[in-house]
């Protein structure tokens, strides 16, 4: 072989090898970010920091990109791919995708629109993807001290709740709301003069949009809660009589027809998002207060019941937090005692025995998850006041009242970036 050896990082002593698809090398990168191009190879050192490595925007089939953990460190501080719109081994570029192994090669591959990325290296199993966590959340609808309203109030990344955004689709009171779609939130049922069956879904800017015909039987007082990282439930509630039907929300927001129901027939219960991809429904008011739970697979099944820990009530709120756990809390019992106790749920679905309430004590209070690990419980009967969850489940005192005073409002997570 005559002529200029270039780029050949792979050879050893006696010999040489080709370098691979006519790579051009780049000098170490130790930035926290890098964007990087086709028919190159980059060195990733991670051993100060993590690394987000953005890839082209636009590729043909057969682009490569090489990229080397050059310290050895990945397995510290990992590296985070992002596909920058194009699909990362057929999952699409809202998944988060690290590499977080010591020593680790990645040659990059582009085929098509479909599959996208491509590892061709012979670690592709050290690919670890997950749902990125919800980041943001909306409280909207509700009742105020003298009418049913449409206003909505966004939740920051931060936990602070913005002011009061003029209300779309119809003033009701006792909706539920769950996310879906990996970054939006959806709406629906509740009560107006009657009970309803209509939605509105929430677009990953918090943008809530007009109503969507109801599909399932119309009610009031329901719970939802997300599952397998993409979809949503709506379950339980009232028709005139407790109900234990559901339905499922599909990740582009299409309400399904009702689900023949699991459990004790109740309304006005608490459901959250737990273990990643699961989810409970647990306590609310079926003629007296209700102490049971039932677990929701990662596939939207819902179980039968279990017997639970704590102060059966209801008209009470939960959400996720710390990433694969829940929280419920507030409510008011059958008597008539408001409460600000809260019950944490484990990674596993178990519900645990009764906290020291903080905050005021109250009913008809929403919540939802935000910042990727925490929760924020807010308003209620009749208040604006919030109280954040952190991601130990630790729920804090009062926040001074920001939007509309109102109870018997929803919440949902939406946004992940």
Do not use: H
């Not at 996208?116 to 690919?127: C, E, H, Q």
């Not at 769950?178 to 939605?199: C, E, N, P």
């Amino acid at each position: 072989m005559s002529g200029l050896v270039k780029d050949n990082i792979f050879g050893s002593s006696g010999v040489v090898l080709e370098a691979a698809g006519g790579l051009s090398w780049q000098p170490v990168v130790t930035a926290s970010t890098v964007t990087v191009e086709a028919a190159k190879g980059y060195f990733i050192n991670t051993t100060s920091n993590a690394c987000t490595i953005t890839l082209p925007s636009s590729a043909e089939a057969g682009d490569q990109i090489i990229l080397i953990d050059y310290a050895r460190n990945w397995g510290t501080n990992a590296i985070t791919i992002d596909s920058n719109g194009l699909n990362f081994q057929g999952s699409p570029d809202t998944y988060t995708v690290d590499y977080d192994t010591a020593g680790q090669s990645l040659n990059l591959v582009y085929s098509d629109a479909t599959t996208g990325w491509t590892p061709s290296s012979d670690i592709v199993n050290a690919l670890e993807t997950e749902i990125p966590p919800y980041q943001r959340a909306i409280f909207a609808y509700g009742t105020t001290a003298s009418a049913n309203t449409t206003i909505s109030n966004l939740v920051g990344t931060n936990g602070v709740v913005a002011s009061d955004t003029s209300g779309v689709g119809t003033a009701r009171t006792k909706p539920a709301a769950t996310g879906y779609g990996i970054d939006k939130g959806i709406f629906a049922y509740g009560q107006t003069s009657g009970v309803i069956s209509l939605s509105n879904l929430v677009g990953n800017n918090g943008v809530v949009a007009t109503d969507v015909t109801g599909v399932g039987t119309a009610r009031t007082a329901p719970s939802a809660l997300s599952f397998g990282g993409d979809k949503g439930i709506f379950a339980y509630g009232d028709t005139g009589s407790v109900t234990n039907l559901s339905n499922l929300v599909s990740n582009v927001g299409v309400v399904a027809t009702d689900t023949t129901g699991v459990g004790t027939s109740r309304s006005l219960l608490g459901g959250a998002e737990y273990g990643n991809d699961k989810g409970i429904f647990a306590y609310g008011y079926g003629g007296g207060d209700i102490t049971k739970s039932n677990l929701v697979t990662n596939q939207g099944v819902i179980g039968s019941d279990n017997s639970i820990a704590g102060t059966g009530r209801s008209d009470l709120a939960a959400a996720g937090y710390g990433g694969d756990k829940a929280i419920f809390g507030y409510g008011s019992t059958a008597a008539g005692d408001n409460q600000n106790i809260t019950n944490k749920v484990s990674n596993e679905g178990v519900v645990a025995s009764d906290t020291s309430g903080v905050g005021d004590a109250r009913y008809g209070r929403a919540a939802a998850s935000y910042g990727g690990d925490k929760a924020i419980f807010g308003f209620g009967a009749v208040s604006g006041v919030t109280n954040l969850v952190n991601n130990s489940g630790t729920v804090a005192s009062n926040v001074s009242a920001v939007g509309t005073a109102r109870y018997n409002l929803a919440a949902t997570e939406y946004g992940v970036s």
